[in-house]
Nanobody
């Protein structure tokens, strides 16, 4: 089993930056892909970004491309989401997610979820 704990959420003005971090435990961290999702009020949970086991391949939702960056440190069991040029529409609860295998595919659903961290962007 894998446990995921997010941190780094908060309130920021539009145009600002935040860095989310997720710490994993319970399984060899370098053996599975990781991702970030978000859920805005009244909306379904949506994909934000993903990274494969080595960090060598990443994928982003069109809405965050060029503004967000996902990275991982397998030595520290962490995956981060750097969010720049934040917009009010980025306001959501952000969830860290773990996949069952080494690679990320858009057709896959995560197997593991964190509890979420709130990000609020004011205009």
């Amino acid at each position: 089993q894998v446990q995921l704990v997010e941190s780094g959420g908060g309130l920021v003005q539009a145009g600002g930056s935040l860095r989310l971090s997720c710490r994993a435990s319970g399984r060899t961290f370098g053996s599975y892909a990781m991702g970030w999702f978000r859920q805005a009020p009244g909306k379904e949970r949506a994909f934000v970004a993903a990274i494969n086991w080595s960090g060598g391949s990443t994928s982003y939702a069109d809405s965050v491309k060029g503004r967000f960056s996902i990275s991982r440190d397998n030595a520290k069991n962490t995956v981060d989401l750097q969010m720049n040029s934040l917009k009010p529409e980025d306001t959501a609860v952000y969830y860290c997610a773990g996949y069952s295998g080494y690679l990320y595919y858009s057709s896959l659903s995560p197997q593991y979820w964190g509890q979420g961290t709130q990000v609020t962007v004011s205009s």
